[in-house]
C-alpha cells in the first residue's frame, strides 16, 4: 500500500473510521515531523481553541493543552463546575457560546455517545468539533496515537500480529483501534475475560488464550480495567484479573524479541500489567503518551489551516 | 446628539451608571473597532489579567478571557474551590494578593452587592477591578455589550422604543439598560409578570401588556427567568410562563420586519423565547455573545492604557 | 561572609537545607535582579510548566503562576477534582504523564511529606519538581522569599535578630526558616503558644516572653494558625490567642524604628496580628508576596537553564 503524505485537511474530527487511508497515514506521518520538531506556520494572527471535558482525564485533556500550546494557539479553559451548565444550560448552548465568542476549535469529552451529532448540524455553530471521547463510543485521537506509535515502531502495518486484551466492551478505543487495525492490513486477536469480549468482533480477529498469544505477537495493547463504567458484579479481585488476563512477568519473559507492549493509561499496576513491565524496555507507555501531544497537533493543524 | 471618540481613560468599571455618555459611546465605538480587526499597540511589555469568578458563568468569565488573549494579556486563572478562600481568606484578602503579585486588573463576579467599595479605597491594592456582576446589583459590561449591539443594529438610539419583558426586579441588567438607554434617548417599556416589576421602574418607562408591545418595538430585550434567585412559590411552570409573557412564535410573527430580538443569556428555551428563535433572522443573541468580547477588549484598554 | 552571585543551576528544589549558602544568596540577588526589571533569554524556543496543587493555595498557586508567564513558559493547567486522580491515578503516574508530554518542571503542593522522592528516583519521569511544599515538611519557596525580603531590607543576615511567632511545629516554612536564618549569620528567637514549641528547636535559638521579644528584634516573623492542621482542643479563642500571642497594637508600639512585620499568609486578621497593622508601613507582608512571584522567577530560570 503506497499513500502519499499529502497534507489532510479537516472540518471536524469525530470518528477514526470516517478518516480514509490517506488521511490516517497523512496524520501519522505529520504527527511523526512534529516530533521530529517541525513547526506549524499559521495562516492566521491568533487561533482560539476550548477543551470541554465533561468527565475526568488527564492524559487526552493535558496533551491537547500541550499541543495548543505548542501550535501557538489561545486555549479558552473550560470548567464545567463554575459554568452555566450548573444553571442548566445545554451542552449545544456551552459550543454555541464558545462559538460566538471566537473558539475555532472546540475538543469535547462527554459521556454521551454521538453528542456531537446537533453540533455539527447547527448552522450557528462555527467552530470545529475535535472528540476527545463520547461516552463509551469513539476516541479517535487515543486511536491514531496508537497506530502512531506502531507504524514509528514497525513502519509498516501490513501483517503485523495485535492483540487487544481486556475489557474489550467497555472500551472505545479497542473498537476503533481493531477495525483501523485490520484496514491498514494488521492481524488482529483478542483476549481477556470472556463477558467483556463480543460475537461482533469475530469481523476483525479471532479469540485465542493469553498464553498463546503471547507468545506470538508483536504488539500486546492491554486495556485498562474501567471500574467506573461496571456494575459491581462484574468486577474480577485485582488478584485474580492479574494472573488469568494481565500481562504478568512470566508471560511477559515469552514475548518475541522485538515485541511491545502498549496501554491508553492509566495503568492498573498488578491489574492489567505487572508493576514493573510499565517502564520496562519492552513497554511503549510513555511514547504513547509523547506521541499524543504529536498527533494531537497534526490533527488541530489540519483542522485549523482549513479555517484561515 | 453629536459625541467625539476620543480614546476613553478608566481606573476601573463598577457601574455604567458612572461614565458619561461620552465614555459609553467612546467604549462601544472602539468596540466597534475592534469587531472589525483593530489592534491594541500596548505600552508595556506585559498585562497580567485574573478573572475571579464566585458565581456560576460561562458567556462572561470566557468572554472575558478571549478579550484578554486577544489583546496579549496574560491571565492568571483563579478556581475558588482550590484556593486560600478555602482556609477563610477574604475576597479583600484574595484581591490584595492578585495586586502582591503583579495582576493589573482584575475581573470580579460576587454574590455580594457593591462588593467592591473597600477594594477601590484600599491604600494597598494596586489593581483596577471590573465588575462582571455584583449580585442582584450591577453588570456594566452586559449593559454596554446589549447597547453596542442595538448601536450596531440602528445607528442610534435616538427615539428608539426598547421593550424590557420578564424577571425585571432580579435583573442586574435591566436596571442598568433602562436608564442608560433613556439617558442615550431610547423610549424605555416593560412587560412580564407584575410581580416582577416595580413602581420605582416607572422612571424609565411605562409597563404595557406584551401583545400590545410587541408590534410597537424596535427591540424585544427578553429577560433570563433567573430560578436560581427566586422563592419557589414565585416561580410559574414553564408552558404557563411562555404562554403569558415568553416570545412566541405568534408573538414574533407580530414583530415590526426590522425588529431585533435580544437576549442574555444563558436562554432557558421554550420559556422566555420559543426555542427556534434563538437563532433566526430576528435574533441578535448571537451577536451579543460575540460583541460581548469587543467591547470587554474596549474597556480592558481603557483601564491599561492608564497604567502604562 | 563574601559570597559570589554566580549564577545557580538546579536538577530539582525539593528542601531549602539542600542548598549551600552560595546557591541561597544567588537566587536571592537573581531574585532582586528579576525585581529590578531583568529579562530572561530562554536557551529553548518553548518551555512547559505544570502547578499540581493538591491542597489549597492561592499566593504560592498564582505566584508562580505570574512568575511563569513572566519568563514566558506556558504553562499546564492541572485540576484535580476533573483528573485522573478521580480514577485512581497515583501521583506518580500523574507526574510520569506530563512528563511524557512535555513537561519541563512540575511545581507540586501534595499533603504528604517527602512525597517527591519516588518521583526524583524515577528514571523514566524526566521532568524538574519544585516543591511548593509537602505536608508539615518544607516549602523551601516561602522560606526563600523571606529570605529575600529580609536581605533587601537590611542588606545582609549577619547578627540580625529575628523573631519566629505562633505555631511553630505545624509550620513547614518555621523550620526551613529557622535553620536558614542561623547558617547565614542571624540570631533567631520564638515565642508563642509552649504547646506549639519543640526543645528540638533550641539549636537554633531560644524561646522568650513575646513582651521581651518585641522590644529587641529587627523582624517580627509571625506564623498563621494553621486551624485545618489542628486538633479541636488545642485551639484557643482568637480573642485569647491574639491577645497572649498575637501583635496587638500595643505590642507593636513597642518595636524598634526601623523593624519589619513579616507572615507568610493568609492572615488570620485581629489573630496573629491586629488588622490595622497588616498594610501599616512596618509590614512587609505585601513585599513578601510581591518578592515571591521574583524569587520563582529566579528558581525556574536555575532549573530550566540546565534543561537546555
Known amino acids: 500500500m503506497i499513500i502519499k503524505s499529502e497534507r489532510v485537511s479537516l472540518k471536524h474530527l469525530l470518528t477514526v473510521e470516517a478518516l480514509t487511508d490517506q488521511e490516517v497515514m497523512g496524520l501519522i506521518r505529520r504527527g511523526q515531523e512534529f516530533k521530529r520538531g517541525a513547526k506549524w506556520t499559521p495562516a492566521k494572527n491568533q487561533y482560539f481553541a476550548t477543551n470541554l471535558f465533561f468527565e475526568n482525564s488527564t492524559r487526552t485533556h493535558k496533551s491537547f493543552e500541550v499541543a495548543e500550546k505548542k501550535l501557538g494557539i489561545n486555549v479558552i479553559e473550560f470548567d464545567e463546575s463554575m459554568s452555566s451548565v450548573q444553571k442548566g444550560e445545554t451542552l449545544y448552548d456551552t459550543v454555541l457560546t464558545m462559538s460566538a465568542i471566537g473558539v475555532d476549535v472546540a475538543v469535547i469529552r462527554h459521556g454521551d455517545e454521538n453528542y456531537y451529532d446537533e453540533l455539527i448540524q447547527s448552522r450557528t455553530i462555527q467552530c470545529s468539533i475535535i472528540n476527545g471521547g463520547d461516552g463509551s463510543g469513539q476516541h479517535p485521537t487515543q486511536c491514531l496515537l496508537d497506530l502512531l506509535t506502531i507504524y514509528e515502531e514497525f513502519g509498516s502495518f501490513e501483517n503485523l500480529k495485535v492483540a487487544i486484551v481486556g475489557d474489550i466492551t467497555h472500551s472505545r478505543v479497542a473498537k476503533s483501534n481493531m477495525q483501523m487495525l485490520k484496514r491498514l492490513g494488521a492481524k488482529v486477536y483478542f483476549s481477556g475475560p470472556e463477558t467483556w469480549y463480543?460475537?461482533?468482533?469475530?469481523?476483525?480477529?479471532?479469540?485465542?488464550?493469553?498464553?498463546?498469544?503471547?507468545?506470538?505477537?508483536?504488539?500486546?495493547?492491554?486495556?485498562?480495567v474501567q471500574h467506573e463504567r461496571h456494575d459491581e458484579h462484574e468486577s474480577f479481585s485485582k488478584e485474580e484479573y492479574h494472573q488469568q488476563y494481565g500481562l504478568t512477568i512470566e508471560r511477559a519473559a515469552k514475548m518475541k524479541e522485538h515485541a511491545i507492549i502498549m496501554h491508553p493509561a492509566p495503568v492498573n499496576r498488578d491489574v492489567e500489567i505487572a508493576d514493573s513491565l510499565v517502564e520496562s524496555y519492552k513497554s511503549r507507555i510513555v511514547t504513547q503518551m509523547s506521541n499524543g501531544v504529536f498527533v494531537r497537533m497534526a490533527i488541530l493543524e489540519a483542522i485549523l489551516e482549513g479555517k484561515s
Chains 1, 2, 3 share one sequence.
Open 198 to 224: 463480543d460475537k461482533s468482533f469475530e469481523v476483525y480477529g479471532h479469540y485465542l488464550p493469553l498464553d498463546e498469544l503471547v507468545e506470538e505477537v508483536d504488539v500486546m495493547m492491554l486495556l485498562r
